[in-house]
T-cell receptor, first 112, second 114 residues
């Protein structure tokens, strides 16, 4: 059973609008939640993270929100740009484990 | 710094053939990982190594073996390739002592097993 779920395999957004990518998790023991971005033919790269003790973290156009009671996090991209078109992976990590658990990914297309 | 490097970039095998995927990192990280990426499945952990000389199974270890040759290098071996192992393979490294254990990925190896 997947511990990290991204129920939207794909998302299409107009340039300049907001992109919202969602992620749900099942284990309330995770310490950090991360987003990775992946372009075709490249490895994933880290984008932004949030600690489980916070509910929001912002870095430029990217904001991650964490709702612990709902076991849900979301990534907001404002404004969306064509260069944001990529696959976005949600991931979780508990500090006592070496392993990071990844979701299945959401493919974002930003239309000019 | 090259970061994480992987060889080869592409490989085509016939069923039953063997091969080794190579990975090296120059960031002095203790932890290294092998993932496979399949459509709709995300990144699934095959094996990982928390430090030189140690390896542990991940979510999908069957059909694979690994060697942590030294702190820099972590190889993945397919002894008898099967079509189900057609996938894109990513190596990664990290330092779990760092905040949020950011993983650094290589560019991937696209493997096709006929």
């Amino acid at each position: 059973d997947q511990q990290v779920k991204q129920n939207s395999p794909s998302l299409s957004v107009q340039e300049g609008r907001i992109s919202i990518l969602n992620c749900d998790y099942t284990n309330s023991m995770f310490d950090y939640f991360l987003w990775y971005k992946k372009y075709p033919a490249e490895g994933p790269t880290f984008l932004i993270s949030i600690s489980s003790i916070k509910d929001k973290n912002e870095d430029g156009r990217f904001t991650v929100f964490l709702n612990k009671s709902a076991k849900h996090l979301s990534l907001h991209i404002v404004p969306s740009q064509p260069g944001d078109s990529a696959v976005y992976f949600c991931a979780t990590w508990k500090t006592s484990y070496d392993k990071v658990i990844f979701g299945p990914g959401t493919s974002l297309s930003v239309i000019p | 710094n090259a970061g994480v490097t992987q060889t080869p970039k592409f490989q085509v095998l016939k069923t039953g053939q063997s091969m080794t995927l190579q990975c090296a990192q120059d960031m002095n990280h203790n932890s290294m990982y092998w993932y496979r990426q399949d459509p709709g499945m995300g990144l699934r952990l095959i094996y990982y190594s928390a430090s030189e000389g140690t390896t542990d199974k991940g979510e999908v270890p069957n059909g694979y073996n690994v060697s942590r040759l030294n702190k820099r290098e972590f190889s993945l071996r397919l002894e008898s390739a099967a079509p189900s192992q057609t996938s894109v393979y990513f190596c990664a490294s990290s330092d779990p002592r760092e905040v949020h254990n950011e993983q650094f990925f290589g560019p991937g190896t696209r493997l096709t097993v006929l």
